[in-house]
């Protein structure tokens, strides 16, 4: 790097206040409030280097050496002021090259997960413009491939990559390159799903879960339309999300229901355990503790309260409890778990009951119990039934 110190200039000796006193007075004016060019320079220096010849008692010699030491610190410390500037200017570039990389990197991220996010509910509904509305066989689909697997319930275990059936069927997960798979269950079937990272879900009758092939790093997801309850496996590093057309309920790990038939005027969460967060379009987040439900209403109006989740959530083990429950809720539910056809009126019936049915009964009987309960009654025409109060 150049030294400018090692050699004194007529700028150096005419920019300093020593050689300022040396001079005139009307030529300090000239200086200061002239620019003067470096022919200026030179001959004001001259003059000065001169008058100070012709004065008695003045060491010429010991003024310059002072005036020089004096210019040589005044060049030193605008070197290292340069040199401090540059510093800072590289340091403050350094710092914003850094914030805008680590900017990138968190966008970037935001961006792959809501594009996983928006993607999946689209995946969803691209599909179910074709596909036909009602099934009869539980189907895992990938792609153009659809395997349909007889009886009424089916176990898929992603981890030992088997799949097996009521009917005693066993089979090895098809391979695919896809990024989603979906499993139907029509009405009156059910379906238990094993997904890689350890997370259980049963999947109630009259339900569509789509899923990804592979998690990604930062996030996992699902989408659900109809009834499932999951045991969520831990992982703090990826939530697990359940996103529905009403509402995303997002878990680290933990137990809960969620119910969401587009059918239905009603979308719920029941938590049992741990802590879930939901959010619903137009809402703000709201976090649930165990035992509480939160329900939105065909209003988008949500509540919150303590249940007993034992009614909400035994489905999944054969049983069907329930309390203080509008026939309508209790005859909705089993025509989907039944598969039968319920036709009811169009007034409200205003009638509640509380009960525990085996669902492995027939759904004769059950109905039949039922109206004698709730002093309904129906007729049965092509296994429809039709209800009346």
Not at 198 to 203: E, H, L, P, S, V
Request: hydrophobic share 35%; glycine share 4%.
């Amino acid at each position: 790097m150049k030294d400018d110190s090692k050699k004194p200039q007529d700028e150096d000796f005419s920019s300093d206040d020593l050689f300022f006193d040396l001079m005139e007075e009307s030529r300090k004016d000239v200086l200061r409030e002239k620019d003067c060019g470096r022919q200026g320079l030179n001959g004001l220096t001259q003059d000065v280097f001169a008058a100070l010849g012709n004065k008695e008692g003045i060491d010429v010699s010991q003024r310059l050496r002072l005036l020089w030491v004096r210019i040589q610190k005044t060049n030193n410390k605008k070197l290292r002021m340069r040199r401090n500037m540059r510093r800072m200017y590289y340091l403050s570039a350094a710092c914003v090259v850094f914030v805008l990389f680590l900017s990138f990197l968190y966008l970037n991220e935001v961006y792959k997960n809501r594009r996983q996010s928006d993607s999946i509910a689209a995946f969803y509904e691209r599909k179910t413009l074709h596909q036909r509305d009602r099934v009869e066989n539980i189907e895992l689909i990938s792609g153009d491939d659809v395997l349909e697997v007889e009886g009424k319930s089916v176990e898929i275990d992603y981890r030992s990559n088997s799949l097996e059936a009521t009917d005693g069927t066993k089979s090895e997960i098809p391979e695919t390159s896809e990024e989603y798979s979906q499993i139907r269950v029509p009405y009156g079937k059910r379906a238990f799903l094993s997904l890689f990272d350890g997370t259980k879900m049963w999947i109630n009758a009259g339900t569509t879960v789509v899923y990804p092939n592979r998690f990604s790093e930062k996030l996992r997801e699902v989408f659900v339309d109809g009834e499932v309850y999951l045991e969520v496996a831990q992982d703090e590093k990826r939530p697990f999300v359940v996103k529905t057309n009403a509402l995303d309920v997002e878990v680290l790990g933990t137990i809960f229901n969620v119910s969401s038939y587009r059918s239905d005027k009603k979308t719920s969460v029941v938590l049992v355990e741990g802590s879930v967060d939901v959010l619903s379009k137009g809402k703000s987040k709201t976090r649930l503790k165990s035992k509480q439900m939160y329900v939105l209403n065909e209003n988008k109006q949500a509540t919150v309260e303590t249940v007993n989740v034992e009614n909400y959530i035994s489905w999944h083990d054969g049983v069907y409890v329930f309390q203080n429950e509008s026939i309508e809720n209790v005859l909705r539910r089993l025509s989907r778990y039944y598969n039968v056809t319920m036709t009811l009126p169009n007034k409200p019936s205003n009638i509640s009951c509380s009960g525990k049915l085996e669902l492995k009964d027939d759904i004769k009987e059950i109905i039949a119990g039922i109206a004698e309960v709730a002093s309904i009654s129906y007729v049965i025409v092509d296994d429809e039934y039709s209800i009346r109060y």
